[in-house]
Antibody
C-alpha cells in the first residue's frame, strides 16, 4: 500500500511563502503523477496542481501565479510552494497520487492515494 | 463556488436508499472523462469510493454504486448504515481547466 506523508509548518505569516513536502513510500515518484489538494476549514476540496512522472507541471489557474510543484530535496519526495499567503489560504493541504488512467488518453483521472493532510494556518 | 454542483446534504433512515447528485458541464461530466466519488469522514483524508463512473476499489461494498448520464452523475447507497455518515465528493477532469475539479460535497446523515 502506497503511503504519503505531508510535512511543513503549521503556521505561516501573511505575505510569506508556504513550503510543504510530501514523502512517498512504496511507490516511485518517477512512475506516477502527483498532486496537491487543499480544503479550507468546513469547506470543499480544491485541486492546486500536479507534477507528472517526468517533471511536467500544471496548476489551477486560480493559483497559477503563486504556486510551484517540484521534486523534493530527497528521493521520493515532491514539494509545494505557495507564495504571498493570505488568510484565505488557511486550509488542510493534502498530497495525493493520481491514478485511474484513461484507456484512450493515457492520462490519470482520479486521486487514488492520499496523505493524511496537514493544517496550515495563515496568521500574524 | 465549486465547478461541479452537489446538494449540501441528504439524509435517510437505516436500511433506506439515498442518491447524491453531481451536475457539471460539457467540459467535465459530459465529456468522455470519468466521474469519481470520494468519502471523507471528519478529520481524515478523502478516500476513493467509486472510480471510472461505476467501479469499486477493493473493500467497498456493492450496495454503493454510481452512474453518469449527460452532464449529471449520481451516487447511490442502498441499505444505509450508521457508518455511511460522512461527506461525499464527486470529481472529474475538466478539459477547459486542464485540471481536476470537485463538487462542493454532500453531507450524508443516517
Amino acid at each position: 500500500q502506497v503511503q504519503l506523508q505531508e510535512s511543513g509548518p503549521g503556521l505561516v505569516k501573511p505575505s510569506e511563502t508556504l513550503s510543504l513536502t510530501c514523502t512517498v513510500s512504496r511507490a516511485s515518484i518517477s512512475s506516477y503523477y502527483w498532486s496537491w489538494i487543499r480544503q479550507p476549514p468546513g469547506k470543499g476540496l480544491e485541486w492546486i496542481g500536479y507534477m507528472s512522472h517526468n517533471g511536467n507541471t500544471n496548476y489551477n489557474p486560480s493559483l497559477n501565479s503563486r504556486v510551484t510543484i517540484s521534486d523534493g530535496m530527497s528521493n521520493n519526495q515532491f514539494s509545494l510552494r505557495l507564495s504571498s499567503m493570505t488568510a484565505a489560504d488557511t486550509a488542510v493541504y493534502f498530497c495525493a497520487r493520481l491514478g485511474c488512467y484513461d484507456v484512450l488518453t493515457g492520462y490519470p483521472t482520479c486521486f487514488d492515494q492520499w496523505g493524511q493532510g496537514t493544517l496550515v494556518t495563515v496568521s500574524s | 463556488q465549486s465547478v461541479l454542483t452537489q446538494p449540501p446534504s441528504v439524509s435517510g433512515a437505516p436500511g433506506q436508499r439515498v442518491t447524491i447528485s453531481c451536475t457539471g458541464g460539457s467540459s467535465n461530466v459530459k465529456a468522455e472523462f470519468a466521474v469519481h466519488w470520494y468519502l471523507q469522514r471528519p478529520g481524515t483524508a478523502p478516500k476513493l469510493l467509486i472510480y471510472g463512473n461505476n467501479n469499486r476499489p477493493s473493500g467497498v461494498p456493492d450496495r454503493i454504486s454510481a452512474s453518469k448520464s449527460g452532464t449529471s452523475a449520481s451516487l447511490v447507497i442502498t441499505g444505509l448504515q450508521a457508518d455511511d455518515e460522512a461527506d461525499y465528493y464527486c470529481q472529474a477532469f475538466d478539459s477547459g481547466l486542464s485540471g481536476w475539479v470537485f463538487g462542493g460535497g454532500t453531507k450524508l446523515t443516517v
